[in-house]
């Protein structure tokens, strides 16, 4: 089953604000990947993470791998009106080859 | 080069139908995927190959079969299709199956089952 809590599910934001979010896990993991998916498009990756400690920007977009290597977070600076989407968390555990995902959250922004 | 394609982008069956959903992949990637991805529950993995004849299952694999004949495809076949297949799927690929290896999808394939 679902491996990985990722929060939170939405969130309604202003243009401008700062968005975080983040994913747990029970088990310990050596890979963290961050993707975005747009309406009736696949997921795009975003940012991906190998070490604990790890922090990693693309553009606005900064994710971190965690210390314990059971969790990530996710944070975009001064959200603009294309940021909209669903992002996950996907994570793959030490030792195995498969990927698990996050449940997703939907970012809506208001102008 | 086009990525990871996926046909049909929209298929309606009714129950007890069969159907197979394609993706195809040009980036000569070992590792290919399928995923269901429902309301609230994430993407979840279907089936999975790590190369040209071998496959093997994964999170949700019940209803579904695989195969993989040639490096590029790796079809998903319903047999016979039920309402709980109801679902967007989405078709993945990575060079290989290591722990480094980042997975890119298709544009998905929304299938409704009446």
């Known amino acids: 089953g679902q491996q990985l809590n990722q929060s939170p599910q939405s969130m309604f934001i202003q243009e401008g604000e700062d968005v975080s979010m983040n994913c747990t896990s029970s088990?310990?993991?050596?890979?963290w990947l961050w993707y975005k998916q747009e309406p009736g498009e696949g997921p795009v990756l975003l940012i991906a993470?190998?070490?604990?400690?790890e922090l990693t920007s693309n553009g606005r977009l900064t994710a971190q791998f965690g210390i314990t290597r059971k969790d990530s977070f996710l944070n975009i600076s001064a959200s603009i009106p294309s940021d909209v989407g669903i992002y996950f968390c996907a994570g793959r555990r030490q030792g195995a080859q498969k990927l698990v995902f996050g449940q997703g959250t939907r970012l809506t922004i208001n102008p | 080069n086009a990525g990871v394609t996926q046909t049909p982008k929209f298929q309606v069956l009714k129950t007890g139908q069969s159907m197979t959903l394609q993706c195809a992949q040009d980036m000569n990637h070992e590792y290919m995927s399928w995923y269901r991805q429902d309301p609230g529950m994430g993407l979840r993995l279907i089936h999975y190959?790590?190369?040209?004849?071998?496959?093997d299952q994964g999170e949700v694999p019940n209803g579904y079969n695989v195969s993989r004949s040639t490096t590029e495809d790796f079809p998903l076949r319903l047999l016979s299709a039920a309402p709980s297949q109801t679902s967007v799927y989405f078709c993945?690929?990575?060079?290989?199956?290591?722990?480094?290896?980042?997975?890119?999808f298709g544009s998905g394939t929304q299938l409704s089952v009446l």
């Open positions: 993470l190998y070490k604990a400690g």
């Open positions: 993945a690929s990575s060079r290989m199956a290591g722990r480094n290896e980042k997975l890119f």
């Open positions: 088990s310990i993991f050596n890979t």
């Open positions: 190959s790590v190369g040209a004849g071998i496959t």
